[in-house]
C-alpha cells in the first residue's frame, strides 16, 4: 500500500456507516488530505472523487445508456464493481475519458448562432486543478465544451474540487462560477 493510499480496510467501513461525503465537513472534525482522492477525518476516511453508475455516466457524455454499456464491454471505458455490486465508472477516469472523447470531437466553428442566452449553466466533470498559495484554476469537460475557471484556491478547496468531480459552470459574461450540486438522500449528486 503506499504511503498517500488509505487503509482499504477503512474505505469499505466507512461507506458502510453512511460517512462518505465526498470529502465535505464532517461535522465540524478536523480533515488532512491523504492524497488526491482521500480526506481523513478523525477516524474515518473520505473519498473525494465520486463513482458513477452507467446510466448517469452516459448522461454526463451526451450519449444513450447502450453506447456507454458498450463502450464499457469493449475496454474502451474503464468501470468497477461498486458495494452493490452494480457497474461504476471511476469520476477520474470519466473525466480523463471526458476530455479524450472531446479531442476528437469535429469543431462547431462555422455553426451560425440564431439564439443565445445571457446565462448559460453547462453541467460536466472536472477534469484538472491547478493550485497555488492564492488562485486555483479550475478546468471543466462539459460535453464537447472545455470550461476553464478562475477563483480562489479557498473556494476550490470548499468546494471539494478534483478530477472526476461533478460540477456545473455558470456562464455569463467573462466570469465563469462553478457550482456543485446538492447530494440526494442516496447520497448522489442530484441530477446526474
Not at 500500500?1 to 462518505?20: I, N, S, W, Y
Not at 472534525?29 to 448517469?56: D, T
Not at 473525466?95 to 476528437?104: C, Q
Not at 446565462?119 to 462539459?142: F, I, K, P, S, Y
Request: charged share 25%.
Amino acid at each position: 500500500m503506499a504511503a498517500d493510499e488509505p487503509d482499504p480496510a477503512v474505505v469499505p467501513t466507512a461507506r458502510a456507516a453512511g460517512k462518505l461525503n465526498h470529502g465535505f465537513d464532517l461535522g465540524g472534525e478536523p480533515q488532512a488530505r491523504l492524497s488526491s482522492r482521500f480526506f481523513a477525518a478523525g477516524a474515518v476516511i473520505v473519498e473525494v472523487v465520486p463513482l458513477y453508475r452507467v446510466r448517469q455516466a452516459a448522461q454526463l457524455l451526451a450519449v444513450s445508456d447502450d453506447t456507454m454499456r458498450r463502450w464499457a464491454d469493449s475496454g474502451r471505458v474503464a468501470t468497477v464493481k461498486d458495494a452493490a455490486g452494480r457497474t461504476v465508472v471511476d469520476g477520474a477516469s470519466l473525466a480523463r475519458f471526458a476530455e479524450d472523447l472531446a479531442a476528437g470531437a469535429p469543431e462547431a466553428a462555422g455553426v451560425e448562432v440564431v439564439h443565445e442566452s445571457a446565462r448559460n449553466r453547462l453541467t460536466g466533470l472536472v477534469t484538472r486543478v491547478l493550485r497555488d498559495t492564492v488562485m486555483a484554476q479550475v478546468e471543466l469537460q462539459c460535453g464537447p465544451y472545455r470550461v476553464v475557471s478562475l477563483m480562489s484556491r479557498e473556494a476550490a478547496d470548499e468546494l471539494g474540487l478534483e478530477p472526476g468531480v461533478l460540477a456545473v459552470a455558470a456562464v455569463k459574461a467573462t466570469n465563469v462560477v462553478v457550482e456543485v450540486p446538492r447530494l440526494g438522500r442516496d447520497g448522489e449528486r442530484a441530477g446526474a
